[in-house]
């Protein structure tokens, strides 16, 4: 069914009209059975790479094939990873229940973690924001903005302590603007700031 001239419905969403969905085709989401398989994703290279949530891969989409594949991570639990951002050729994966940052390298498809530091916090963070050559994941339940510094090999991972934001599940997504972070309220009672051009891990330039 054509809708407006542009888009035909097939099951799981929309696509441009003359497409035909991969799932419609028959072909799966890597064999995965589960619901919340994948939350969020990125693009690198004009390919679409979703951030495993309960899958037990990255998810890999080629828009201009309209192919999926899947690339094993080797991690265990559920609600691994909340949201992707992509710097150069690596995608990294924000963590949700996972005690470390994801990292995929487009490349050699290969996947690597590096560890968050903390061993007790569940639903950190939820989704990230790219400035520059640095990613940063939105507070949900932690108590600081992680920062990933992709210029250091491996990736180093530091915080900013947030300040005076009394609610657990506080932000769920952000975007920047000049050099402040902008992060949108969940049940934080006020848009949270980061200023990013004092900011120095460990200190409080959070607002």
């Known amino acids: 069914m054509a809708v407006a001239g542009c888009c035909d419905r097939i099951p799981g969403g929309w696509l441009p009209a003359g497409f035909h969905s991969p799932i419609a085709d028959g072909v799966p989401y890597a064999g995965q059975a589960r619901q919340d398989k994948y939350s969020g994703a990125a693009v690198v290279d004009n390919v679409v790479y979703f951030a495993p949530r309960n899958a037990d891969s990255v998810g890999v989409f080629d828009p201009a094939t309209l192919t999926f594949s899947a ?18 050729g690596i995608v990294y994966f924000v963590p949700r229940n996972q005690h470390n940052v994801g990292m995929l390298n487009t490349t050699s498809r290969e996947f690597s973690t590096v560890s968050t530091g903390t061993s007790s916090t569940r639903h950190k963070y939820a989704n990230a924001v790219v400035v520059g050559t640095s990613v940063y994941f939105v507070p949900y339940r932690a108590n600081n903005v992680g920062v990933v510094d992709t210029t250091m090999s491996p990736p180093l991972f530091t915080y ?19 050099t402040k972070i902008f992060f949108s309220p969940f049940m ?12 120095v891990p460990g200190l409080l330039p959070y607002q």
């Open 71 to 88: 690339i094993p991570h080797f991690l265990y639990g559920t609600d691994k990873y909340w949201g992707a951002a992509a710097v150069g």
């Open 160 to 178: 900013v302590t947030t300040t005076g934001v009394s609610h657990d599940e506080k932000y769920i997504g952000g975007a920047t603007v000049g």
């Open 188 to 199: 934080a009672t006020a848009v949270g700031v980061l200023d990013i051009s004092s900011c």
